[in-house]
């Protein structure tokens, strides 16, 4: 009997933890400096970023050195349109999103002129400090060479 019931507590906290709603990332965050960063690498929110959320969709208004930009994501994983406007371009961005273990995977495809390139973004929130990081994954654009990875930290003001 103490076996079944050992058996039945393990599925029951898997499924409460299974259950669980996955993180809310609304709020108003600025960028932690980071000593150790090169400058220019790009990736991340931009040096402040306001984020709203429901259960259907993640808003990000960022702003960045080239400007202010809103994204909307759909959260139910069916793709999201947005245009990226710089300097009188404008630019399709495509993307999906998937929960995955209270951490929020932002896959977004663009066409630069021909050129399809996507870039990876992963959203989460320390459990220790409370600050979000966004784990960005893009194309090497001056070299060439290997996708180029920054992480960055974002503290709730």
Do not use: C
């Not at 076996?3 to 609304?26: E, W």
């Not at 259960?55 to 960045?64: D, F, K, N, V």
């Amino acid at each position: 009997m103490r076996h079944v019931l050992t058996i039945v507590a393990a599925i029951a906290s898997i499924t409460v933890a299974a259950a669980q709603a996955p993180p809310n990332f609304a709020g108003k965050w600025t960028l932690v400096p980071d000593p150790n960063a090169q400058p220019g690498m790009g990736g991340g929110l931009g040096t402040e970023a306001t984020i709203t959320q429901d259960a259907s969709t993640l808003t990000i208004t960022r702003t960045t050195q080239m400007g202010t930009f809103t994204s909307n994501y759909k959260l139910d994983g069916s793709e999201s349109r947005n245009v990226l406007s710089i300097q009188g371009n404008s630019i399709d961005q495509l993307s999906t999103t998937k929960w995955d273990a209270g951490k929020l995977l932002v896959n977004t495809k663009m066409d630069f002129g021909g050129n399809l390139v996507e870039t990876k973004m992963v959203m989460s929130l320390d459990p220790s400090s409370g600050n979000l990081l966004v784990e960005t994954t893009r194309p090497d654009f001056q070299g060439g060479g290997a996708p180029v990875t920054t992480k960055m930290a974002y503290k709730k003001n």
